[in-house]
């Protein structure tokens, strides 16, 4: 690897022969540009070796297809990766340029909204620092997730422009571009063997371009790609078309087909309805079969007897679902094979995950949508269906409930195509993202699924990327670590254990929280820079950081938050450890209740820490723009992590992972993930609270009355209809009814008001912990040394053991 002074050469060679500057001009910007293509240098050197040591093996490989990566920041991960971190701080240092403020010249890689898209991230820094053949597929969004500002208390939404000054990273690759087809109309024609025949007549034609981000695993080994696909026009004009009367169609394409590619849809958990949504998940898909089909062909001809041997795809949610009857098109009319030869297939070469039960979120496709932009998929998606209807008849004969539970097609109403059965029935394995999520989609979303495909449903527990959530994030913590117990934990997480034998130790829970506080100092100060609020490092950092929900219940932290001020207002003595209570969300735009919950935080937040009665002991902090870099910030600086989803709503979480990682102690629900992290570091050293699944359940089916809490606790009473008056929002009484509704008028489907009692309960609990700091000390130092299981190695070595069946394949140096 490279000295520092080679590495000083070749960042100057960069200023001037790239750039055309020079170290007296470059401004931070400049020298974030020539650091990055030093660092690329490196990049694309392993990434040479890797795809031709990939390519003479002729290895399997996963394909990751993935709506969404959630990046961030590549550059700091890159040195990281390559060992070079310290080398090129010294070596800038030396030439008067500080790194940090280097790194923060780069924008981040938006291109996800939340969990699942930086989960797609992890899992593809996983794959190559495990040295596993892998290509992420995905969109190459002009605009990723809206920039978030706030005004006046609201949020309001920006474009994201993450390349409005070029990218260092991403690779065009013109020589692979692919083209896909949309709209039209099919024709069936008999061949000369008297078999039907399909030709789609496409209506459009859209190129994908490629763009290719290069993967450094840690070690800096092997260089895989995250290639995603831009749209574009190809210019194509269909004269069939236009003269058969399809105007329209015909010259549809020109006007979409740049569109494709433009926005990431700023839904998180959401159904988003919309014919674009539904071009951009075909084009990405088709595009990336194209792709594999073309690397495939290279080495094997047209033999497809060994294609599933070779490729699994891995669909990352029903995004990519129409992965599945493109690969039936092409196998069947363009490879004519017959049906059964190519479904055995496809259903080898498929296996889904599904990341959410909200019904909204379970994808379906209006029929006559597909009809119009897809007409030949519609054919093949019915033709799975009528196959598959005929297996149901024979498991339950004459049962039309379950034929119409499970049919793909649903027929209530108007007729939609149902992406999730659709992904199971064309996947060879399903799975949930923990192990609560993947026991309610066996029981309740898919039961009859589990009865007749028995063991493909299964559980794959998510996991995060230790180098970039405590190595990268958490300098001070990962060095202490590692003087402790050697520096191979970020490979081997379950190491991390070995600190649990220091959590009574008085000098190691010394240094443990004499870092806390460092972060804790760091982090205060980026407050002040962004919003001028002032908060006391010394006071606990109470962090709740995810998208805006009802179902994360953000609301409920706020209730407990108006409780503690009322408290505070009735009682000047009130005894409680000061608490900043700081948040950081984006709320998708067309969700207004969840951007009322942003400007309820706000409008509190003002009050709050304006009022010189309380905010000695409370304060509240909304952090604009939450994204990976900033959570790279706040995450080392958290006492206590907020996971306080209703049970059974939340699939996994891994916030509550990276947190718990950098020694924060989770107040949290038994939802998702939460109960895999209370497992892991017991009951001590977690704050379990609210209601069970069962519990709910039961609530639910005797008739849920949110009034009953309302009336029953004078407390909760007060603060509700707080909401209702201009005490927050001054001048404007009733702006923050709607919330107040949601709760008693709107039924409170998330059960906030049954929970209530119970959260205050653990925030008693968890103050008075906090005031013994020996005590508290031994539980941040537990939940660091107890997150082995979460790294996303560990859940990638689960894919590749149970379902993806990888060998690893070490590049050489
Ligand atoms: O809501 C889940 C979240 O709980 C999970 O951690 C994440 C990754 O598996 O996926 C989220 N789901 C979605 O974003 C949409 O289904």
Request: proline share 4%.
């Amino acid at each position: 690897m490279l000295d520092k002074n080679v590495f000083k050469q070749a960042v100057i060679k960069h200023l001037h022969s790239t750039l055309g500057t020079d170290e007296n001009k470059a401004d931070n910007h400049a020298w974030f540009k020539a650091v990055s293509a030093a660092i690329q240098e490196l990049v694309l050197e392993r990434l040479r070796s890797t795809q031709k040591t990939h390519y003479l093996n002729d290895t399997r490989a996963v394909h990751y297809f993935s709506a969404e990566f959630l990046m961030g920041r590549l550059l700091s991960n890159n040195m990281q990766n390559f060992g070079l971190f310290e080398t090129a701080d010294t070596a800038l240092q030396e030439l008067g340029v500080s790194l940090s403020d280097v790194l923060e010249e780069e924008p981040d890689m938006a291109l996800g909204n939340g969990g699942l898209g930086r989960l797609a991230a992890c899992f593809i820094d996983s794959l190559a620092t495990m040295d596993l053949p892998a290509i992420g597929y995905g969109i190459h969004y002009e605009h990723g997730l809206f920039r978030q500002e706030i005004k006046n208390g609201g949020q309001i939404e920006r474009p994201d422009s993450w390349r409005d000054y070029g990218n260092p990273w991403e690779i065009c690759r013109p020589e692979s571009i692919q083209e896909i087809s949309l709209y039209g109309y099919v024709e069936t024609k008999y061949g000369d063997d008297g078999k039907i025949q399909k030709e789609w007549h496409p209506g459009s034609i859209v190129q994908g371009v490629p763009w290719d981000i290069p993967v450094v695993g840690y070690g800096g080994g092997t260089v895989n790609v995250l290639r995603l696909w831009q749209s574009k026009s190809s210019g194509y004009f269909n004269w069939d078309v236009f003269n058969a009367g399809g105007y329209v169609d015909a010259q549809r394409e020109n006007i979409q087909a740049e569109t494709i590619s433009k926005v990431l849809y700023p839904n998180d958990e959401t159904e988003a309805g919309k014919e674009l949504r539904l071009i951009q998940q075909y084009f990405f898909s088709a595009c990336s079969l194209k792709d594999i089909i073309r690397r495939y062909k290279r080495a094997h001809g047209d033999d497809w007897s060994r294609f599933a041997e070779q490729v699994v795809v891995q669909l990352n949610d029903t995004h990519p679902a129409i992965a599945i009857p493109e690969l039936m098109r092409i196998l069947v009319d363009r490879a004519e094979l017959d049906w059964d030869s190519a479904w055995a297939i496809s259903t080898k070469t498929f296996a889904y995950t599904n990341h959410t039960l909200l019904p909204e979120a379970l994808e379906k496709w209006p029929v006559r949508m597909l009809e119009k932009i897809l007409p030949r998929h519609i054919e093949i998606i019915y033709e799975i269906n009528h196959r598959f209807m005929q297996e149901v008849e024979n498991k339950w004969p004459g049962d039309n409930k379950i034929k119409a539970k499970l049919s793909i097609i649903e027929e209530a109403g108007e007729k939609m195509v149902r992406m999730g059965n659709l992904s199971v029935i064309g996947s060879f394995a399903v799975n949930g993202v923990a192990e609560i999520h993947s026991k309610l989609v066996k029981q309740n979303l898919f039961p009859e699924f589990d009865q007749l495909y028995p063991g493909k449903l299964t559980n794959v527990t998510n996991g995060v990327t230790p180098r970039r959530w405590l190595k990268a994030c958490n300098p001070l913590l990962s060095d202490l670590i590692s003087k402790k117990i050697g520096s191979d934990w970020p490979l081997q997480l379950d190491k991390l254990d070995a600190i649990s034998a220091l959590a009574d130790n008085k000098t190691f829970q010394n240094q443990f929280m004499k870092i806390k506080q460092k972060n804790k100092q760091i982090l205060a100060d980026e407050i002040l820079k962004l919003t001028g609020i002032k908060v006391d490092p010394k006071a606990i950092f109470d962090i709740q950081i995810k998208r805006l929900h009802e179902y994360k219940r953000q609301h409920l932290n706020l209730l407990h938050i108006m409780a503690l001020y009322r408290r505070l207002l009735e009682d000047p003595n009130y005894d409680m450890h000061p608490r900043v209570f700081i948040f950081g969300a984006k709320a998708a735009p067309g969700y207004t209740l969840a951007k009322t919950i942003i400007y309820a935080i706000n409008k509190i937040a003002d009050k709050i820490n304006n009022d010189s009665r309380v905010n000695k002991k409370i304060k509240v902090v909304f952090l604009p723009n939450y994204r990976v870099s900033l959570a790279e910030k706040m995450i080392p600086a958290a006492d206590v992590s907020q996971q306080i989803s209703t049970a059974g709503k939340e699939a996994s979480g891994t916030g509550n992972m990276k947190l718990a990682l950098n020694g924060a102690v989770t107040i949290g629900t038994l939802d998702g993930a939460n109960i895999e992290i209370a497992e892991e570091v017991g009951e001590d050293n977690i704050f379990i609270f609210g209601n069970t699944v069962e519990e709910i359940t039961a609530l639910q089916s005797k008739g849920y009355k949110p009034y009953d809490y309302y009336y029953k606790n004078s407390e909760l009473k007060a603060v509700l209809d707080w909401l209702d008056s201009d005490y927050f929002t001054p001048g404007r009484p009733g702006a923050l009814s709607s919330l107040k509704d949601s709760m008693l008028k709107g039924g409170d489907p998330y059960l906030v008001l049954a929970d209530y009692d119970s959260y205050c309960e653990a925030n008693i609990a968890l103050d008075e912990a906090y005031g013994d700091s020996a005590k508290w000390a031994k539980m941040a130092i537990l939940n660091t040394a107890k997150m082995g299981k979460f790294t996303s190695d560990r859940s990638v070595k689960d894919y590749v053991e149970r379902i993806w069946k990888l060998d690893p394949c070490t590049v050489d140096k």
